[in-house]
């Protein structure tokens, strides 16, 4: 699995922020990223976040969100406004729930698909986003050895 892009942010922007605005925490764009079990991303805001929680760790395939740019036709589109860590390449993410897998030495366990919602639209300016986005919105995963990722970015 090709890494090009990671990302973490400190805070969050929709979790308990229902019927708020959203939040102002950005997305910042990292050269590696440290891969703590059963823990999560150092320094993102899902670390130590509950120790039952699936998504330690997101992953987003590049050509979805090329795809989305491409069929509605929005401009702007960057990977961060998904909000997810790792963009990958040449991976179906939909296949790993459930299974074990290694990227770069460090082992991770798929637990589900990231399920998009309507803060989606607010990110991309566009009220189809969520919709587009069903079956495709990434996965979430647990981390299960330490290590470092590194990005191609």
């Excluded at 979790?15 to 950005?26: F, I, K, L």
Aim: hydrophobic content about 35%.
């Amino acid at each position: 699995m090709y890494v090009s892009h990671l990302f973490i942010s400190p805070g969050h922007n929709y979790v308990g922020h229902h019927g708020r605005r959203a939040g102002d925490h950005q997305a910042v764009a990292v050269d590696q990223a440290e891969c703590v079990a059963g823990r999560g991303i150092r320094g993102d805001r899902y670390f130590d976040h509950s120790p039952d929680n699936n998504g330690q760790i997101t992953f987003f395939d590049m050509d979805v969100i090329e795809a989305l740019a491409r069929e509605l036709c929005l401009t702007g589109v960057r990977p961060e406004l998904t909000r997810r860590n790792v963009f990958t390449r040449g991976t179906d993410l939909k296949s790993l729930v459930g299974v074990e897998f290694e990227i770069q030495g460090v082992r991770f366990v798929g637990t589900e698909e990231c399920r998009p919602c309507h803060w989606m639209n607010d990110a991309f300016h566009d009220d189809r986003v969520e919709g587009w986005l069903v079956g495709r919105g990434g996965l979430r995963a647990r981390i299960l050895t330490d290590g470092v990722l590194k990005g191609d970015s």
